[in-house]
Every structure is written in C-alpha cells, then in structure tokens.
C-alpha cells in the first residue's frame, strides 16, 4: 500500500521543518493555479460535464451491439443523446399474434445492469403473460436479471412472449384460462383484440399493420 | 495559556499516535506537533449522509482532531429515527438531519467547524467535492455511492505511464451496516478499486416474479408488492408511487392486508409495508458505532500516515457469533470509472470520419484504430461508436441513429468536443485479445497536439 499519494499528505511532505508560513504560501499557490485553470476552461468554453454513469456507458455498449431480430424495430423519443429511454417494437411473424405492432417503453436506471430495466408495454394487448396496464411477467425482467444479461437478451425474450405465450405465469388471468382450456377461442380473442375489438367487455385499440 | 493546555490534554491520545515514529506507519510518516496542528487546520473531511453511520461518523472524527467538517444529507428527522441517530431530540423531529447533526456536534465539541448541506448530492457542482481532503460515506443506498465514486474518479488525473497523480486522488472511507452485519472500506482512486470495480459486491434486490404476485401470494411481502406494483397502477392511472407520500403507503398498506385477508396470509403491517416497498433494513445502532469507528480511524490513518491502512476491505458480521475479515480487492485495469483508459494524442483537424473509416485505409495519421493498435494490451478494429460526455458523436448502429448522428463524420473531433484541450471519449468497437474477438468498450483520453495549457497536463503533453 502506497500512502505517498494522498493530497493532503503530498503538502506537508514538501515542507520544510517548521514551516507552518510556507503552508499558507503552497495553499495560496494552489488556489492560485486553481483560478488559472479556472480561467482558461472558461476561455476555452468548455460546457459544464456531464458524466456518465457506469450504466449510461454500459448501455452505450448493449445499444452498440444489438443484433435485433427482422421482427423488432428501436428508437429514441428523447433524440440521439438520451438512450437510457426507448422504445422497442415488435411485430411478430409467427403465432397467434401475427400482423399485430406493439410498443414496449425500455428505462434504464443508472444502476444498469446491476438493476434489470424497467419494461412496459405501451400497446394494450390480450395477452397472458402482460396485463392491462402493461406489466409484463418476464423471468429475466425480475427474479432472474443477472448483470450478464443485456438489452439483446431482454428483447428477444419479449419476442418470444409473442410466440410462446405461457398460461402458467398469468398476469392477465383471463386471458391465460381461455389459452389453457381453449387455444381455438383464444385464436379468436387474439385476432379480435388485436384487429380493435372487444374480448368480453374490455376494449382493444386495433394494432394490426399490413 | 489555560487554552493550551486544555487543548493539549484533550488530544493526549491522539498525540500518542501522532507525535511518535513507529515501525508499521506510512512511508512519508512525520511525526510531531506540526501533523496534529496541519491535521486541524488543513484537513477537510466531507460526511455525506448524516444518518445512523453519519451521525456516528461526525462524532468520531470530531473526536479524533478533525476540525474542519461539513455533512450532506437531504433527509429531515423522523421519529423512528431516533433510536440510534443520537444527535436527535424529539423535539427536532422534520428538521434537517445535516443541520442539527453539525449544530449538536459543535456545541459539545470545542473548536470543530461543521457546515451543513441539506440538499441531494447531485446538488452540488464538483467543485464543491473537489476541495475535500477526504470524502466519508455513510449511505443506505448504491445509487448515492456510486454517484459519489464516480464524482470523485473525476478528479483523478494519470501521467504517462499510467500511474495516478497523487494530487487528483481523492480518498474515500465507507460505511455500510444492515442490521447486525456492516462493512467498512477503503478507496483511493487509481489504487485500490473504486465502487464500480467492485459493485458485484453488492447482491442484487430480491424481487418476486409478478404473476407469483399477481396469482399465488404466499407471503406477506407478496401481498404488499402486489398492491405496490400492481395495483397501484390499475388503480391510479398514470399517477406515479410517491414512497415518501405517507398517504400512498397507507393506501398500499390497506390493499395489501385486504389481500393477505382474501389468500389467509399473516403478517401485513404498517411498518412491514414500510420495509419492504422502501426496503428498508433494520439498523443496530451498535453496529453503525463499530463500523462508524473503523472507518474514522482508517480516514485518520491515510490523512496523516500514522500508521497502515486497511487493505482494502472490511466485513463485520455479528450475527452468529463474531466474525470479521479484511479482503484485499484489486481494481479492475479497465473499469470504465477509475481505470486510466488509453492516452492518444491527435491533430486538431483530425474529422470524425478519418477516425472511424474502414480500416486499411488509414495507417498514417492519428487514429483511434491505429493508435490504439500500438497499444499490447489492445487492438481495436471497427470502431461502431463513439460517445463524449454523455453525447452521441456516432453511433454505426442500430441505423436509426446512425442517420441522426451521420452528419457529425464531417466535423472535426476537436470542435466536437467543444475544442477542449484534452477530455475522454468512450469508443466501442471490436477488440482482438488473445486471437479472440470481443465487443468491447474502451475509455479513451484525448489530448489534442498544440493545445495543451500548461496547468494541470504538462506531464501528459510530455508522455504521450
């Protein structure tokens, strides 16, 4: 362990014997050069930094590196500057959710990847695993984040929500009874909710893009 | 006279470590009258968070010959917390922590100077940090430390040849406790690893699968995160969960027992609701005093040299039984915080796209590919973005912002970096290491030829 290398301690190792004046001096001098850098960033119009957090640069990372299924669009409503807020689209090309375009709102917090992202599903859907207000039951979202996960793995498990919805893990009970004990009816829920219609008594804004 | 001699019998003990040599102490170790008086005067000691850890803290180093202290916390006093936050009286209960806790402590404690701040530590410029001698950290939370690491790698500078130099290394002690078990470390920047080379450290929140919340609730903690999460939503629509709003806690806490009522669970309460929507942890006052206490002695320890630090790591565990432990952790070389990243010097005229062209194109001037070549332990190709301070200066995927940063590739770095002299770009690209390829993201100090002015960077300009 080095100790040398602390500020405080690096002003007294320069002084003299008994020089309780000198110190005044080097505080002066410090401050002094403090005010020339002062200076001379202002001069050089430097605007006030803004530092990246670990999780902002990470994200940099996963965003540099996503390698997004055909099915799946990103974009960033806060421009090109702000990435810790997106939106993924998916618009899956298999399964009972075929034709159908849905939104998920994408916010990460600085603590990423420590703290998983926070996902929601903009575009009310009939589904199981996702509720009315846009929950969604993904492992991967909650119990099971791992710092080694990254936004790629986390779209794709979205995707595959599309393709394999799951009646075991309901979210929306409902929704997860009809897929269990009639896939036929929940066919028919699914195109009616997604093409704007009424499953029951509950209201879908159409969703279908052709 | 009298004044003297009271205050040379009121540092009796601590003259005892700081007016003698001794074997274990520090390489520039000075003993004498001079190094307590200068420990007075000259070292400025921040408390952030004036909590269980940060009233104990300020205590201690008021005790220990620190004079000049000032305390950030943006929290007001709650009566729950005093049970163990003992600079607090009743009767403070909705003032500021920070400012009674500097008030309490200067009234018993002759000739300490403390400045409160009541504001979150965003508030402040770095400034503000820049000019402690020593940053003590007494939080609950990961978010607040790993703001402040982050805030004071900042400051930390590295010369040519890698090393840190050692008037940008700001020293930081902290402190955490959960109930029986706490941990006090140790951090100087560029040495021992910082916050973020360690965060692993920290187990990642318990969180329950939502449709186990949403279905089969089995504990009361399940019954209070459903009406937290869930319902919540369902019901105020668009309104956000304000935790602090004792209204919207209440309203949690009367959905969570109508829920626990329904499923048969036990166990709902108020103050359960409380711990596990804030997550909160239960503190033991004892153990904010042992580990407040290690980590006063270790800010004592580096400021003066009077004797070894820890290295690096401290656990307390008291739970069963006593057991504690100091773990020597290394620093990550290429943490993205404190790591000295890669020093390239380049030409003010240097555009964006010269540097990001394909690479066989380009061996002649300075480049991030080129330069970064050079460099054993790297060989970057294919650089797919590049990032300064917080901006996007290109990004070659997903497409949609390569289109919004496209027309950056003609402008000169120089200018885009707002004609610093020097600054740090992140750039991630494709890195080749051991004959393996692997996506990478590296830090990236850029010094621009002619434009260095002689304050902080004459070594730099020197070694690039």
């Not at chain 1, 669009?73 to 689209?89: A, H, Q, R």
């Not at chain 2, 790993?146 to 902290?174: H, Q, W």
């Not at chain 2, 089995?218 to 105020?236: D, N, P, Q, S, V």
Request: glycine share 8%; net charge neutral.
């Amino acid at each position: 362990m080095r100790r040398g290398n602390l500020p405080f301690k690096h002003k007294f190792e320069l002084l003299p014997e008994g020089g309780a004046h000198v110190i005044g001096k080097m505080i002066k001098l410090f401050k002094v050069k403090e005010k020339q850098r002062e200076i001379a960033e202002n001069a050089n119009g430097r605007a006030p930094v803004r530092k990246q957090s670990a999780g902002e640069l990470r994200l940099h990372k996963d965003i540099s590196e996503l390698n997004l299924p055909k099915t799946t669009t990103i974009s960033f409503p806060n421009g090109k500057d702000d990435l810790m807020t997106f939106e993924v689209t998916i618009r899956p090309d298999e399964g009972y959710y075929l034709m159908g375009v849905f939104v998920f709102t994408f916010q990460v917090s600085p603590m990423y990847p420590h703290d998983a992202p926070k996902v929601k599903c903009k575009t009310k859907v009939y589904h199981p695993n996702i509720d009315l207000e846009g929950n969604v039951c993904l492992n991967i979202l909650r119990e099971d984040w791992k710092p080694v996960l990254n936004i790629n793995t986390v779209i794709y498990g979205l995707h595959h929500l599309f393709t394999e919805p799951n009646y075991e893990d309901p979210l929306n009970h409902d929704a997860a009874a009809v897929l269990r004990d009639n896939p036929k009816q929940f066919e028919t829920n699914v195109k009616r909710a997604i093409s704007g219609g009424y499953v029951g008594s509950l209201f879908f804004q159409k969703c279908v893009q052709h | 006279m009298a004044e003297l001699t009271d205050s040379r019998s009121r540092s009796r003990d601590l003259d005892k470590l700081l007016l003698r040599p001794g074997n274990i102490v520090g390489k520039l170790f000075e003993p004498g009258p001079e190094l307590r008086d200068d420990l007075r005067e000259y070292a400025r000691v921040l408390v952030v968070g004036a909590g269980g850890l940060g009233c104990e803290l300020l205590k201690d180093f008021a005790l220990s010959g620190f004079q000049k202290l000032e305390v950030i916390d943006m929290d007001r006093i709650e009566v729950t917390n005093l049970n163990r936050q003992f600079l607090f009286r009743l009767q403070d209960v909705g003032k500021p922590k920070a400012e009674v806790a500097a008030m309490r402590v200067m009234e018993r404690i002759n000739g300490v100077e403390i400045v409160p701040h009541f504001c979150r530590i965003e508030d402040k410029e770095d400034d503000f940090y820049s000019k402690f001698s020593l940053i003590a950290l007494g939080l609950d939370s990961i978010e607040a430390r790993s703001y402040i690491n982050r805030v004071a790698c900042s400051f930390l500078e590295y010369d040519s040849e890698g090393n840190p130099f050692e008037e940008t290394v700001k020293p930081m002690v902290d402190g955490g406790t959960e109930g029986f078990k706490g941990h006090a470390r140790v951090i100087l920047p560029g040495t021992t690893p910082c916050f973020e080379c360690t965060i692993w450290l920290f187990p990642p929140q318990v969180k329950f699968p939502l449709c186990t919340l949403a279905e089969t609730p089995r504990t009361a903690a399940h019954c209070i995160e459903y009406a937290h999460l869930i319902k919540w939503g369902e019901m105020h629509s668009g309104k956000a969960f304000d935790a602090d709003e004792p209204e919207h806690m209440q309203w949690v806490y009367t959905e969570a027992l109508k829920r626990a009522e329904l499923f048969g669970i036990p166990g709902v309460t108020y103050s359960f609701t409380q711990g596990v929507v804030k997550n909160i942890i239960p503190a033991i006052a004892s153990t904010n005093a042992i580990i407040s206490a290690a980590c006063t002695l270790e800010a004592l320890k580096i400021l003066t040299g009077c004797s070894k630090t820890l290295s690096n790591y401290m656990t307390y565990n008291g739970l069963e039984g006593l057991h504690t432990k100091a773990t020597e952790f290394v620093k990550d070389k290429d943490c993205l915080i404190c790591g000295s990243g890669v020093l390239l010097e380049m030409d003010t005229s240097i555009t964006l796209q010269k540097i990001l062209l394909p690479y066989p194109c380009f061996t002649n001037s300075a480049q991030f590919m080129n330069l970064l070549g050079e460099d054993p332990m790297v060989l970057l190709s294919k650089p797919t973005s590049v990032v300064y301070m917080g901006n996007n200066l290109y990004k070659m995927v997903p497409p949609v912002l390569e289109e919004m940063t496209r027309s950056n590739l003609s402008l000169r770095l120089f200018d885009l970096m707002d004609k610093v002299s020097m600054g740090v770009v992140h750039v991630t690209g494709t890195a080749i290491k051991n004959d393996k390829k692997n996506s990478s993201l590296w830090k990236i100090r850029v010094v621009f030829k002619g434009m260095v002015d002689g304050v902080i960077d004459m070594d730099l300009a020197g070694g690039a």
